[in-house]
């Protein structure tokens, strides 16, 4: 039972173009959302979180939507940079904290120059 | 410099054979993570400690075990009861309410 999921395993853009990336989920408990990224043979690092309370957390160039009545949320990166190529995590928890994660599958971001 | 360290970075072993896979911290996190990750799968969650000689299974601890006798030191063995042990296994650790920090993980081939 895939409680959250990335429907896309991959997405290319083109560099400075927006990237949207998106996940799905279907535990109501849920109610504090992560995004990681992850480059090749290298651990998954932390980039944005979105709690329950809010719709909207933006950091930079990233930015995350969250949808509770839709159960979805999505993660913008606007411009789009070569360096942003990398599989992104899309994880959720029942609780305020980081830990006792569920992940979805990861979507391939490619930014074409 | 803190981190995560997870060694090896690659592991081969034989079917049927035990093998442990190292995970230090030395970020004095509380909390310590093994996942697993398979091509085409999410993280999926072995096992976890909160607190030093304390840990609880996750959604997939069969045919796993591990210890937690330092608080920088959370060990993942994989036994020959583990069906399908070759995966690639990360390491995280947090401290409360903060998200996880990963190693950079061990690839692990059995054959």
């Known amino acids: 039972d895939q409680q959250v999921k990335q429907n896309s395993p991959s997405l290319s853009v083109q560099e400075g173009r927006i990237s949207i990336l998106n996940c799905d989920y279907t535990?109501?408990?849920?109610?504090?959302f992560l995004w990681y990224k992850k480059y090749p043979a290298e651990g998954p690092t932390f980039l944005i979180s979105i709690s329950s309370i809010k719709d909207k957390n933006e950091d930079g160039r990233f930015t995350v939507f969250l949808n509770k009545s839709a159960k979805h949320l999505s993660l913008h990166i606007v411009p789009s940079q070569p360096g942003d190529s990398a599989v992104y995590f899309c994880?959720?928890?029942?609780?305020?904290?980081?830990?006792?994660?569920?992940f979805g599958e990861g979507t391939q971001l490619t930014v074409n120059p | 410099d803190g981190g995560i360290t997870q060694s090896p970075k690659y592991l081969f072993r034989k079917e049927g054979q035990n093998v442990t896979l190292s995970c230090e911290q030395n970020l004095n996190h509380d909390a310590m993570y093994w996942y697993r990750q398979d091509p085409g799968q999410g993280l999926r969650l072995i096992y976890y400690?909160?607190?030093?000689?304390?840990?609880q299974k996750g959604d997939i601890a069969e045919g796993y075990s591990v210890s937690r006798e330092k608080k920088e030191s959370f060990p993942l063995t994989v036994t020959s009861a583990q069906k399908n042990p070759t995966a690639f296994y990360l390491c995280a650790s947090s401290l409360r309410n903060s998200p996880l920090h990963f190693g950079n993980g061990t690839r692990l081939t059995v054959t």
């Open positions: 994880a959720a928890t029942p609780g305020s904290s980081g830990s006792r994660l569920t």
């Open positions: 400690s909160q607190i030093v000689n304390d840990f």
């Open positions: 535990n109501s408990m849920f109610d504090y």
